[in-house]
């Protein structure tokens, strides 16, 4: 069973929102996910982002892939931690 680490699109046409999830590599990209663990909505204002960090590096500790994508939103979040603690 291999799994990553990808984003699943939510939303509305034209508002995209989506979801940072756990999920079978051979799944749809919008199926079934073994744990969602963030959202990102790219349009709103302020706090575009909330991922669990801890469940996210767990995850990887269990062999699942990031996507490059959400490799990159993973660093934003770990910034964003670090400056506010």
Excluded: C, F
């Excluded at 291999?2 to 940072?20: E, Q």
């Excluded at 919008?30 to 204002?45: F, H, L, T």
């Excluded at 990031?66 to 770990?78: F, I, M």
Aim: net charge positive.
């Amino acid at each position: 069973m291999a799994l990553k680490i990808r984003m699943t699109r939510v939303g509305s046409t034209h508002n995209p929102i989506y979801r940072v999830a756990v999920a079978e590599a051979r799944s749809r990209r919008d199926g079934a996910a073994v744990e969602q663990i963030g959202n990102y909505n790219p349009r709103a204002k302020g706090n575009q982002l909330t991922l669990d960090v801890a469940r996210y590096e767990y995850w990887l500790s269990q062999g699942a892939k990031p996507s490059d994508t959400v490799n990159g939103l993973y660093k934003r979040a770990k910034r964003a931690a670090a400056a506010t603690a």
